[in-house]
């Protein structure tokens, strides 16, 4: 993804040395990253215009002028075909999950290193969902009522697979999937695909009672 093309990135926090920690990291991941920079969330939803589009889009939950997860909500509506990582102090289960439900593509506490950071931001360009790895894991309500062909579809869900191959894979319908999908948003009480996986996704790597 973005393969032969300059990789356009805003970075918003309100501590400059951050910011210029957060350009050291995506730079590693890509050389020819070029940046915009805002310390406040009125810079930031300012630069996020028609006329100024961007490719990645990190940003501090805790900026000024945001009042928490309303200024996140503004900037998915602002640049909904952006991903956005939430890059932040705050690591505990209610605020990444309420992150997740604003439709951002990632997150990452502040307290980890470059390796893991450049992991995350690797994995969301490639148009994948990244998680702390703080052992913090995540279990969705409902996630127990799975049966055991809907858990098959939820973890195909999670490799990326489409509808067509997730039918192909299991031998079924790709209609029988759709049904299975519907099932599984109601039951994981969540309102799309994406938001399936990135719930489930710490209990996927569980093993099964």
Known sequence: ???????RVLVADDHPLYREALRRVVGDVRADAEFAEAADYAELLARTTEDERFDLI???LMMPGGDE??????????????????VSSRTDRASIERAISCGVAGYIP???SKTVMARAIRSVLAGDVSLPENGERIRPAGSEQLTPRQYAVLEQ???GN??????????IE???????ISAILRKLKVKNRLQAVVASRA???QPRA
């Open 1 to 7: 993804m973005y393969e032969g093309m300059k990789l």
């Open 58 to 60: 990190l940003v501090d």
């Open 69 to 86: 997860f309303n200024g996140l909500v503004t900037l998915r509506k602002r640049a909904p075909l952006t991903p956005v990582i939430v």
């Open 110 to 112: 502040k307290s980890a």
């Open 157 to 159: 869900l999670a490799r």
């Open 162 to 171: 489409s509808n067509r191959q997730i039918a192909t894979d299991l031998g």
């Open 174 to 180: 790709e209609i029988t999937v759709k049904a299975h």
């Open 203 to 205: 209990f996927l790597d």
